[in-house]
């Protein structure tokens, strides 16, 4: 009964068309199946997201989540190894076969498949104190839109030796593999050996078996888990700061890929005993790291807690000045993260969605629309959902929606409209906030259907409106921006 609820809202959702005339696709963003550390199989994801009336799943599942630990200076001979299961050491190539030959037997449902990356790790303390730290274990981004197996194979993370590296650690690694010379030595060489029997003294010659054997075999052991004698390009015993991650940015731009920082808000913390050793693990919010990196495509805007990074005049409208007056690059758009794992906890597919503006129904066209921000951020309930029939910003000669750019004269009059419907119910309460430049430039009240208009004339600054739209709890609408400026 719940499914066929969420599946009429969703089907309504869908029904009501844009005022581009594009078509809307309702997408579940940052998925995880048991290919990685998810529940259900990939294909029960799928059938459960046609069955919640969602059209489009976007994979990330963990690429690399392998956490090591080496006692310096021997880091390799000492390294111990904590693994769950993900695509990078398991099988890229099933994954990207997988996913390819689920969207042939289903095209109904949209499948982007992508990967959760763990750019970098690092250890504070050590065991010889019993008390270790592992922080940003959780700082994570989304990588969408990378499906060259080699290309996938090689991204950057602490972990995977993409781009081997030869410093002072490589030769304190194979410091011990000449353990094997001695070793061979004794092995070879025969050692006088005297033995009294009674009033007569044997002369005899043995071999050191068990010092060269010892010897032997921890040169061995000691090249085996070295090899290739190579170093991270970021170490999990250094804070790298976000070097790692900006760099992993950069890279799947290069790809033509999409990068999400993953849960911004969110805090991740943890301990346990292993042996005597006191292991804690910590990731803290990280959202003003937002304003550190650029040339991402997006952040986790609306999730399952409260988040205050798109409130009127923070974090995020600072990085739409920044790009409006020039000094970014491209701007950061907003998702909607849904970080579903499987049916626990009374999680459901289909509460937290990016409705996109498509111009055609594909994996291709989805990521397109993601990189041009023409989508909105969306938190339901299971009986009921806002729906975002129209935000656009008319001029006498042009119309621009989310993620466009509109170039005025100065002096000219614009409107910024918004129109707002909620399914599952007749109506319902909302506070609509239109915020220009990180200000609030109106605000209405009143019940759905609901629509309002904004009336502006353009001074010759750059400027970016948005809309935030809140309902009863957990009801929450966020639209991308758009961008006004001179010619």
Known sequence: MRIACLGAIAIALAVAAPASGLERVIGVLHVHSDLSTGDLPLDDVLRNAEAAGVQAILLTENYLLRVEYGLPPFRALTRVTREEPSILATDPQRYLEQVAELQRRNARVLLLPGVEVMPHYFWTGSPLALSMQLHNTQKNLLVLGVT???????????????????????????????????????????????????????????????????????????????????????????????????????????????????????????????????????????????????????????????????DPGLGWDRLLRQYAAGERSRPAWAVAESGFHGFTRGKRLGDILTVFFVDERSPAALLDALKRGRMYALRRSSDAA?????????????????????????????????????????????????????????????????????????????LVYRVDVRGRAPHQLVTNPIFVTAP
């Open 148 to 310: 060259d197996l080699e290309a996938l194979k090689g991204l950057l993370a602490t972990g995977n030796r993409h781009d081997p590296r030869y410093t002072w650690q490589s030769l304190a690694d194979v410091a011990p593999v000449v353990l094997v010379v001695p070793g061979l030595v004794l092995l070879a060489r025969k050692r006088r050996h005297h033995r009294r029997l009674g009033r007569t003294v044997v002369v005899a010659w043995r071999r050191r078996w068990v010092a060269g054997l010892a010897l032997s075999a921890l040169g061995v052991f000691a090249a085996v888990r070295a090899w290739p004698f190579t170093v991270d390009r970021y170490p999990p015993w250094v804070d790298a700061g976000l070097e790692p991650h900006q760099a992993l940015i950069d890279q799947v731009e290069r790809l033509g890929g999409a990068t999400i920082w993953s849960f911004p808000e969110a805090a991740d913390s943890g301990d346990r005993k292993f042996g005597p050793v006191q292991v804690t693990w910590r990731t803290d919010p990280y959202s003003d790291d937002l304003l550190r990196t650029f040339r991402y495509t997006a952040f986790g805007a609306v999730y399952e807690q409260p988040t205050h990074f798109t």
């Open 386 to 462: 806002l729906v975002l029939n129209d935000f656009s910003i008319a001029a006498p000669n042009a119309t621009a929606m989310s993620g466009e750019t509109l170039k005025l004269l100065p002096g000219t009059r614009v409107q910024v409209r918004v129109a707002i419907e909620a399914t599952g119910e007749r109506s319902q309460a909302v506070r609509v906030t239109l915020v220009r430049n990180g200000t609030v430039a109106e605000a209405w009240s009143g019940s759905t259907p609901l629509s309002v208009a904004h009336d502006d004339t353009y001074d010759g600054t750059p």
